[in-house]
């Protein structure tokens, strides 16, 4: 079947895309790995290739295209070759929105300049010890000050995304008790420097999978917040966070599809290679049989990413249908990544191989962005249940 989602100017950039990832990420890559992080110079080259400002406006210095379909083929091109950019892709899949959306003028002005060059590297710190998925339920607070200058912010994030090299954070913390008959009422968002006295950054987190990606957490003791650095109204914060999950969730299930087509090419290359009784390993038919079951999931997968980013570039894309292309999309990789490595036997257990790497990656994408089983509940929410 012949993909309709990409253009010319889309597979130029994959061109681009697929030769910087060969001469600046693969020779280095294994380093990043056993750092646990990418280095931060590598934000710069990734700003300097245009990658941060594909969205922009372009009075901001952007390139102003409103479509996803870059960072879909990003996605492709990353888990193609078994690489991630870091933590790179909440900077512009989660952080940027917000910015679009609720940034004033002058806040855009002061903000997307420096994001579009790499120069300050953005992150969103939601989640709480003891919190999880009920975002409702965070304790973090930002209190105005008697002469409405500025907030004071106290509290603690964790599984920050970014949260090790970020320069600007934007932090989701009460502003107002939540009511009785709402208990979402009270959130705020507010961009927070990480260079303000009393925010720090606590632990690098030692992750199963998701290596180069630096996730930390952090803690916040009397930080001043300037009040024009309130991003949005006040005490609105939990109703910006749900209009922004369908973009999430779309990167999320675009980004599992990615992997799970990498998986096949992984073990399809591997088992051709691989000699076993006298016979290559693709010889036998439980390996054809197991190779072409994976392909079909992955064109299944295929078509719900596509028709996802299509609905997603027109505006249309529900909360509902985000949450289905989620659930199908990771529940599909979880399937092919898992019968990929099994062909690949001992070897699939070693982290030289990149589709260990990928089993580890693969894991949380059930969990972040709302576990699979919030989905359905999503889902089910939908359909009248």
């Known amino acids: 079947m012949r993909r309709t989602v990409f253009n010319e100017d889309h597979e130029a950039f994959r061109e681009t895309i697929r030769a910087f990832i060969e001469a600046e990420v693969v020779p280095v890559y294994d380093e990043w790995f056993a750092a646990g992080q990418a280095p931060r110079d590598f934000y710069y080259k990734l700003g300097e290739l245009g990658i941060f400002g594909i969205s922009v406006p372009e009075e901001f210095g952007g390139a102003g295209m409103d479509t996803h379909k870059f960072e879909a083929v990003l996605y492709e091109e990353t888990a193609r070759a078994g690489v991630q950019f870091g933590g790179s892709g909440v900077h512009v899949l989660l952080a940027l929105p917000y910015i679009k959306m609720l940034g004033t003028d002058e806040q855009k002005k002061r903000y997307l300049p420096k994001f579009v060059t790499g120069e300050e590297m953005w992150a969103i710190a939601m989640t709480e010890p003891g919190t999880g998925s009920d975002l409702a339920g965070m304790k973090t607070t930002a209190k105005l000050s008697e002469d409405g200058t500025h907030y004071v912010l106290n509290g603690a994030k964790t599984f920050i995304t970014g949260g090790v090299h970020a320069d600007k954070v934007i932090v989701c913390a009460r502003t107002a008790a939540p009511t009785a008959e709402d208990r979402r009422h009270g959130i705020s968002l507010f961009v927070v420097d990480t260079k303000a006295e009393g925010y720090s950054v606590g632990r690098k987190l030692d992750k199963l999978g998701l290596r ?23 005490n609105k914060g939990f109703y910006y966070l749900g209009h922004n999950l369908a973009s999430e969730r779309w990167g999320i299930a675009y980004g599992a599809y990615a992997q799970a087509k990498a998986a096949v090419r992984f073990a399809k290359q591997y088992v051709q290679e691989r000699t076993v009784f006298g016979k290559p390993v693709a010889h036998f038919q439980n390996t054809k049989f197991e190779l072409a079951a994976c392909q079909a999931e992955v064109d299944a997968a295929e078509a719900v990413a596509d028709r996802a980013t299509e609905a997603l570039d027109a505006g249309e894309l529900t909360p509902a249908e985000a949450a289905s292309a989620k659930l199908f999309c990771t529940e599909v990789a979880h399937r092919v990544i898992d019968r990929c490595l099994q062909l690949h036997g001992g070897y699939g257990y070693m982290n030289e191989y990149p589709i260990a790497r990928l089993y580890a990656d693969n894991r949380v994408n059930r969990i972040y962005g709302g576990t699979s089983e919030i989905m359905k509940s999503i889902i089910a929410k939908d359909m009248g249940l």
């Open 212 to 234: 180069t990606s630096d996730t930390a957490e952090l803690a916040f003791v009397d930080v001043k917040v300037a009040a024009e650095d309130l991003l949005g109204e006040e």
